[in-house]
């Protein structure tokens, strides 16, 4: 048997795209493949506490925390033969190089941007530009890009049927946390288009900012539902006719589902990061966000709104690209 330790965060501040898909990994190699999964966390209890539902979660101890030795010491007391990296916050290529010669535990790490990378054996990119520019002198590992290998909950690997409801579905989703509130931006800019349509939006536990939307909300003529950490957010997504959302996990969500979409970017990477969507015909862009963007995001909200058969072009363009295949990652993380 295989014990594998996953190293994420979530929190208010990066949001809670790491654990989710992290979450979705290990429950794949734990009911398909028997593996026994432990998580390191670090920090935030919004991560610790959705992740504390299904696997125990190992924390460091405050006092004179040592990130290496803290990792050394879990790998030995938990047995562990595989350790997956999903983080962003300078862990040293020398001290991942130092663990893998003292414990020869096996390192996978998931879309890496750090020189981290570079002591991995494996290495998982959903189909970014951003590799190609990287530096990749020493690397003896393999990387696999594309697709196929992103990695997602298996409630977006299905096929839903749409309801029977005749007036447009637009979906707003900024994230589990939304700390930028652009979820009320978004609003603001729906409220002005005067055309009929629903509006579902989606709001994660750690949103903070509930009596401002419904405020919004209130002062409108727009049909609206909230749904909160719905069960089955994927069925929730697939009802939709297009999405309005913050580019990150989300964005790879809907392209398996087959829901068009338009993208507002909290950085420049994530911007870079979505030039395939686009290429691909299956979201548009409406720019970083600021409010300066609401032209721009009001032109993209109303070019889907008065072009049905454009979305069902760009539904089409999402679905035949095959998104995440949960048992071929598994498989080449498991090879021996």
């Given at each position: 048997m295989n014990n594998i330790l996953f190293r994420c965060d979530g929190s208010l501040e990066i949001g809670m795209g790491h654990v989710v898909r992290c979450l979705a990994l290990a429950d794949?190699?734990?009911?398909?493949?028997?593996?026994?999964?432990?998580?390191?966390?670090?920090?935030?209890?919004?991560?610790?506490k959705k992740v504390k539902k299904s696997y125990a979660v190992i924390k460091p101890s405050p006092i004179d925390f040592n990130y290496k030795n803290w990792l050394m010491d879990s790998i030995k007391i938990t047995e562990s033969n595989i350790l997956i990296l999903d983080v962003r916050d300078n862990l040293?290529?020398?001290?991942?190089?130092?663990?893998?010669?003292?414990?020869?535990i096996k390192i996978v790490s998931i879309d890496d941007p750090e020189d981290k990378r570079l002591a991995s054996d494996l290495l998982f990119y959903p189909p970014v530009l951003q590799i190609q520019e990287m530096d990749w002198s020493g690397f003896k590992g393999k990387v696999y890009c594309g697709w196929e290998y992103v990695l997602l909950r298996k409630e977006f690997l299905k096929k839903y049927t749409k309801s029977s409801t005749k007036s447009l579905?637009?979906?707003?989703?900024?994230?589990?946390?939304?700390?930028?509130?652009?979820?009320?931006?978004?609003?603001?800019?729906?409220?002005?288009?005067?055309?009929?349509?629903?509006?579902?939006?989606?709001?994660?536990?750690?949103?903070?900012f509930r009596n401002d939307l419904e405020k919004q909300l209130l002062e409108s003529e727009m049909k609206y539902c909230i749904k909160v950490s719905p069960k089955n957010i994927a069925r929730v997504f697939s009802q939709s006719n297009f999405a309005i959302i913050?580019?990150?996990?989300?964005?790879?969500?809907?392209?398996?589902?087959?829901?068009?979409?338009?993208?507002?970017?909290?950085?420049?990477?994530?911007?870079?990061?979505?030039?395939?969507?686009?290429?691909?015909?299956?979201?548009?862009?409406?720019?970083?966000?600021k409010e300066s963007k609401k032209i721009e995001l009001k032109t993209s909200i109303m070019e889907l709104i008065n072009n049905p058969k454009k979305l069902i072009e760009m539904s089409k363009c999402s679905r035949d690209l095959n998104v995440s295949n949960m048992e071929l990652i598994s498989n080449k993380i498991l090879l021996k």
């Open positions: 794949k190699l734990s009911s398909d493949f028997e593996c026994k999964i432990n998580f390191l966390m670090i920090g935030s209890e919004l991560g610790i040293s290529i020398n001290d991942l190089n130092f663990i893998k010669e003292n414990t020869k579905n637009i979906l707003v989703s900024m994230g589990a946390t939304d700390p930028l509130n652009m979820t009320n931006f978004v609003i603001k800019c729906l409220k002005d288009i005067k055309k009929d349509f629903i509006v579902t939006i989606v709001l994660g536990d750690g949103y903070k913050s580019f990150g996990q989300t964005a790879y969500e809907l392209a398996a589902i087959g829901i068009p979409s338009i993208y507002l970017y909290i950085s420049s990477d994530h911007e870079k990061s979505s030039q395939i969507f686009l290429k691909n015909g299956i979201g548009l862009s409406a720019g970083q966000f």
